[in-house]
Structures are given as C-alpha cells and as structure tokens.
C-alpha cells in the first residue's frame, strides 16, 4: 500500500480543518484552508515543520501577524508564499494561544455549584484572560443573566438545563501556567492576540471579538494574574498548591488546551488532576480522552467536563453551552 507523504498529510489536515472546523465559524479560514490544501507549494513547505506548528490557526494567524490582509486566497496566496521566510520563523517563534475570554461564559456553570471564595488555577493561560470570571457579567439568553450590570457583558446561549450561579464566583487567587506566558501589558501581546482572532460570518475582521479581547486585555493588565513558565503536567502540583494557601476550594480549569499536547501527556495530566483536592474544569475538543466518552457530541463540538465526567458541550469559541440534560442522544 502506498504512503501517505507528509505535505498529502498536510494537505488532508487543512482540508478537514476546513470541513469541521472552520465552514460554520470563519468561511474566509475555511477557504484560506483549502486553498492551502491545493497549493502547489504550501503543503511542502508546512510538512518541513514539526506536527505541532503545521496548525492552519498558527499559519493563518502568523501570516496576518506578518502583514498579510484578511481578504480572498486568490489575493493572498502570492503573499503568503513570498513572505513565507517571516511567517515560518514567526510559527517557530510562537504558538497558538486564542485567549478568548468568552470561554468563560462556558466555563461558569461548570462550577455553579460551589460557594466561597476559590483559587483559579488555568493551564495553557497565554496572558491569562480567562482568569477573571468575577469580572464580567454574563447574559445565557432572555431573562438569564449573572452579574453587576456596570461590568462589561459575556453573551452566550445557555439550554434550558445549564446551572447558573447566582453570582459571579469570588476568585481570591489566580494564576496560570503556559509554555510561553504572555504578558498583557506588553503591546506585542495585545498584536499576536488579535491576529488569531478569526475572520467574521463575512469575511472581515470580528469586530465584536477584537473589542471583548481588548477589554480583557485591559482587565488583566489592571489586575496582574500570577503568571509563570511551566509545563501543565509537571509544574500543576507547584500551583496548585500555591493556590491553596488563598482559599479553601481551589479550581483548575483550561479550554482548549489538551489538543496541542500528546496523548500520553494528556493522561498524565487527567491522572494528576484525579490526584490534587482540586475541582476540575476541562473545555476541550470532543475527540480528546481525557475521561468517560461523550459519544453525544459531534466532531466540530467541544465538552465540557467537571472531573472528567462530561456534562456539556460548548461552542468552541464560548458562543453556547448545551447541558447534558438538554442533548438528543
């Protein structure tokens, strides 16, 4: 049987990306993916990268890092292929760190349930803006909202189901570990950040996610997370435990994250958080194993799972969440 060649490999992984990821979220990456797919050249040159860096956001987002336009492939293409010394390095240097706050809006119910204070622990935090739930306010649909009505506004659509606490959580500690933390006051953050937001429903630039990324931004750069350098399945333990000496319940909790980690260190980890007095909260990829199948969720889906028992699934992006008690199945 013949083999597959890495750039057919990576031309196949673009065009599912394109299929599953990006057709309902983002047609422009959607086309910018398949176009790619078809290139002459492209593929090859992606296949010279490690697996982790051949990622379509990490391209998409370094090429426009790099100064290339959101507008169509045919456009671009000429670009892309002639900045590609400076997108490539820019791929090397970075990694795909989308802080989309909204995830919290997906997050919160999952931990509705508790009461007092807690320490907030997130892995792969990037510059931390989803460290800071009790500083936004949230709207679940009509007549389904949490929080002050001065704070700035997380919307997602919530089924009928979906726990909501009465409150924002109060947070007396948080902090995140990432392999390469980002500082939100830097302006070089602020630019990476931007870039991987996706293109709008119709084509341009996501106006509505650049302003909540900015505000978040700003909230973090007000009130400064306790950010470090370090590896989720060795240095959790450290943090956590840090954590712990802020309030009596601490949570660690991450989305999408576990996808960019190898399958025997995402068990490792599922392993570690089943070990640590801690509340789990995973928002990952409906394909990742990290407890119990969700054979419910669709292959776009993410879930959502509290001590790795799924109890929902979400948009990707933070745009809905579906309790378990609310899915067809």
């Known amino acids: 049987m013949e083999s597959v060649t890495e750039d057919r490999k990576v031309a196949q992984a673009y065009l599912r990306w394109a299929d599953v990821e990006a057709d309902d979220r983002s047609p ?34 370094s090429a426009r890092f790099e100064g290339v336009p959101i507008a169509p492939w045919a456009e671009v293409r000429d670009m892309v292929v002639g900045a590609w010394p400076a997108i490539r390095s ?13 995830r919290m809006a997906t997050l919160l119910p999952a931990i509705a349930h508790l ?10 935090a990037a510059a931390g803006l989803c460290l800071y739930p009790d500083r936004w306010r949230y709207r679940f649909g009509p007549g389904r909202s949490v929080g002050d009505a001065s ?11 979906t726990p909501l606490p009465a409150a924002p959580p109060q947070v007396a500690w948080r902090g995140g570990i990432d392999l390469q933390p980002l500082d939100p006051a830097d302006p070089d953050t602020k630019a990476w950040l931007e870039a991987l937001v996706w293109p709008d429903a ?21 009130e400064p997370a306790s950010l470090r350098r370090g590896d989720l399945t060795a240095d959790t333990r450290a ?20 996808a960019y980690v190898p399958a025997f260190e995402r068990a490792a980890f599922a392993d570690l958080m089943g070990e640590l007095p801690v509340t789990w909260v995973a928002n990952e990829g409906a394909a990742l194993e990290i407890g119990p199948p969700a054979p419910w969720a669709g292959p776009g889906d993410f879930v959502l799972r509290r ?3 799924p109890i929902a699934i979400t948009d990707p992006h933070g745009g809905a969440v579906t309790w378990l008690d609310d899915i067809a199945r």
């Open 115 to 124: 009461v007092g204070p807690i320490a907030l622990v997130e892995v792969g």
């Open 239 to 258: 943090l956590v435990e840090e954590a712990a000496a802020h309030a009596p319940t601490v949570v660690v909790w991450h989305s999408a994250v576990l």
């Open 202 to 222: 119709t084509g341009g630039v996501d106006g509505a996610r650049v302003d909540r990324l900015r505000t978040a931004v700003a909230i973090a750069r007000r």
């Open 307 to 309: 001590d790795a028992e």
């Open 28 to 61: 422009r990456y959607a086309e910018w993916a398949r176009g790619v797919a078809a290139d002459p050249e492209l593929p090859a040159l992606i296949a010279e990268l490690e697996p982790v860096k051949r990622q379509p956001n990490l391209l998409f987002a």
């Open 90 to 102: 820019c791929m090397l240097a970075r990694l795909t760190q989308t802080n989309e706050a909204r």
């Open 151 to 161: 704070l700035p506004l997380l919307e997602a659509i919530a089924s009928p189901s």
